[in-house]
């Protein structure tokens, strides 16, 4: 069936992908263009601020489809795991899609609304066509970003309404999972290139940094990838949790019932070697448990987070050390 949702249709999922290469091109080549035919002599500074708009939305258009790729291994992984009858499944997501469009929508005046809120007075400056177009496709990025945020935050919960469902769960095994701790670390990587990227274009000066507009657009979207990564597992983490929680009260309940046997066979003199030695297995097996993880990542991909949130702050002064020493 058909996909019901914009972003797969049109970004994420697109029949041509010529088309959207196309769509990338024009986005990018269009403020050049109309700058031309107006004769405006832009300096590297303006060229700069006019590149950010749309290669953020140049980034977002490339990078969606990797990252639904991602998703779909996810839910391969996770459906895997079920029980139930794949046909519920798949009415279910159908109704869900079904409301997609309307919350995508949603989600893009909610980006939009955003840049209105701290950007109002840039729109009082539109003298010419440049300015026009380059302000249109600001709003167009965003308003993707917040359907890109929404995007993400949706398919948490849908990660974790099907992680509700009856799955096979080991808690000693994570490794079904490991496409969960993957996925969240594709995400936390991709905002942190978003990121990256505009303020590589932003003409960045102690003078910049001081405003308070600046801080209100990147100190939020600079935490993003931290939330995200976790965020997006937190599910997997309460199911994990729960499964080891209640196979350590299972097995806390027959180490206290052995011991009492123990003592008492004990006190009469019997053979106690075999209980033993199956108290030994138990308390082995709870260690285990103890020891278990509940979160589907490991210390590379949490390490490869950290990083990367210091990333953009490296841009920053990498970009104002630049900058001093061309003067």
């Given at each position: ?61 490339l ?20 029980e ?74 849908g ?30 990587l ?85 209980l ?13 448990l ?13 390490r ?24």
């Amino acid at each position: 069936m058909p996909t019901t949702s914009l972003w797969d249709r049109y970004i994420a999922r697109p029949k041509n992908p010529w088309g959207t290469v196309s769509a990338v091109l024009v986005i990018v080549a269009a403020p050049f263009l109309v700058a031309r035919l107006e004769g405006a002599d832009l300096t590297l500074e303006a060229w700069r601020g006019v590149m950010i708009p749309p290669a953020i939305i140049a980034y977002i258009f490339l990078l969606a489809p990797r990252l639904v790729a991602m998703e779909d291994r996810v839910m391969t992984a996770l459906q895997a795991l079920m029980e139930e009858d794949p046909a519920s499944l798949a009415r279910e997501a159908e109704e869900a899609e079904s409301k997609a469009p309307t919350r995508e929508l949603l989600a893009f005046a909610a980006g939009l609304s955003f840049y209105l809120l701290f950007g109002w007075r840039n729109l009082g400056q539109l003298a010419s066509w440049t300015q026009v177009i380059l302000t249109l496709e600001t709003f167009a990025m965003y308003g993707l970003l917040g359907v890109v945020i929404y995007g993400s935050t949706d398919r948490t919960r849908g990660f974790g309404a099907m992680l509700r469902r009856n799955l096979r769960v080991d808690p000693l095994d994570v490794a079904p999972f490991d496409a969960v701790g993957r996925h969240s670390l594709a995400l936390a990587l991709v905002f942190v290139g978003g990121i990256t990227l505009s303020l590589v274009f932003v003409w960045v000066t102690p003078a910049v940094l001081i405003l308070t507009e600046f801080w209100v657009v990147y100190a939020p979207l600079a935490a993003m990838p931290f939330v995200i990564f976790f965020v997006n597992m937190l599910p997997t983490h309460r199911l994990l949790a729960r499964a080891r929680d209640r196979d350590l009260r299972r097995v806390d309940l027959l180490i206290r019932e052995d011991c009492a046997a123990l003592v008492s066979k004990a006190e009469q003199g019997q053979e106690v070697s075999e209980l033993s030695q199956r108290l030994l297995a138990l308390t082995t097996y709870e260690s285990r448990l103890l020891q278990a993880r509940t979160w589907p990542y490991d210390t590379a991909m949490l390490r490869t987070v950290f990083v990367s949130i210091l990333v953009p702050g490296g841009t920053v002064v990498g970009r104002l050390l630049l900058e001093a020493l061309n003067r």
